[in-house]
């Protein structure tokens, strides 16, 4: 794709990307019948991991309902990682990660808190399991030429949820797809007008045909923009139902 390479934001089917997906959060499913046994499938797996995990183990069992989720940025000190939650709050595990982790990366954590000290906003942590997040940049529209915005799209998506969270816009979004890649960007259009930036999801399904329902996580880096605060971000978005915008105050 030329010079939009470096905004094309995942492979959503490409079997060659299977741990791109894994790490994406994506999970897709069938209507009617096969979605109901998909779900007790699942459901199935999830307790027998769970007992197998816990219930066999000679440690005190974890409490599954004490437990958290949230996104996360992680830190590297000494060799040692922890996060940083969206919050503020800053995350110690209490014992070594089987995880190859690095300054910056974004990451959906399951945790279980053992120590809190609300003084500090630190915390000490089980971590259970952690889903690695991607991470793209905004995607200057005013300096693509009109054939590469063209190849950007603008395809339906389904919006969940649009959050800030430190430097970051996380988008949580459904799809409808099969078997062919996909792509999610995310545009800014305006530069600061009236305290507002304006910004564009774009989605480009490649002409898949939209055969299951799958569910991503994405976030886009915006730090370039926090100069701009207090600001007003006005998000427009191409959905199942229409054209909007949401907004979202920063710094307010």
């Known amino acids: 794709m030329g010079q939009l390479q470096n905004f094309i934001s995942f492979d959503l089917n490409k079997k060659s990307a299977s741990k791109?997906?894994?790490?994406?959060?994506?999970?897709?499913?069938?209507?009617?019948?096969?979605?109901?046994?998909?779900?007790?499938?699942?459901?199935?797996?999830?307790?027998?991991?769970?007992?197998?995990?816990?219930?066999?183990?000679?440690?005190?069992?974890?409490?599954?309902?004490?437990?958290?989720?949230?996104?996360?940025?992680?830190?590297?000190?000494?060799?040692?990682?922890?996060?940083?939650?969206?919050?503020?709050?800053?995350?110690?595990?209490?014992k070594q990660l089987d995880y190859d982790l690095t300054d910056n990366q974004r990451v959906r954590?399951?945790?279980?808190?053992?120590?809190?000290?609300?003084?500090?906003?630190?915390?000490?942590?089980?971590i259970h399991s952690l889903i690695f997040i991607q991470v793209l940049p905004i995607v200057p529209a005013l300096q693509l030429s009109p054939e590469e915005e063209a190849r950007l799209r603008n395809d339906s998506v389904?919006?969940?949820?649009?959050?800030?969270?430190?430097?970051?816009?996380?988008?949580?979004?459904?799809?409808?797809?099969?078997?062919?890649?996909?792509?999610?960007?995310?545009?800014?259009t305006t530069s600061l007008e009236n305290d507002t930036i304006r910004l564009e999801i774009r989605h480009n399904a490649n002409g898949d045909f939209p055969a299951f329902r799958k569910r991503g996580i994405v976030s886009f880096n915006i730090k370039d923009l926090e100069r701009h605060k207090p600001v007003v971000l006005a998000i427009k978005a191409?959905?199942?139902?229409?054209?909007?915008?949401?907004?979202?105050?920063?710094?307010?």
């Open 158 to 188: 389904g919006v969940e949820s649009i959050w800030i969270g430190g430097h970051y816009l996380n988008f949580s979004f459904y799809i409808y797809a099969d078997s062919k890649d996909h792509s999610i960007n995310l545009l800014q």
């Open 109 to 126: 954590i399951l945790f279980s808190i053992v120590q809190e000290k609300p003084a500090t906003f630190e915390v000490t942590a089980t």
């Open 20 to 94: 791109r997906i894994r790490n994406l959060y994506l999970c897709g499913y069938q209507s009617g019948y096969m979605m109901l046994q998909y779900k007790k499938i699942f459901h199935f797996l999830f307790l027998l991991v769970i007992c197998m995990l816990f219930a066999c183990s000679e440690e005190e069992p974890v409490k599954i309902y004490d437990s958290q989720i949230e996104l996360a940025t992680t830190r590297v000190q000494e060799g040692k990682p922890y996060f940083l939650l969206d919050n503020g709050k800053t995350i110690f595990p209490d």
């Open 238 to 252: 191409e959905t199942y139902s229409g054209k909007k915008v949401y907004y979202r105050n920063w710094g307010n």
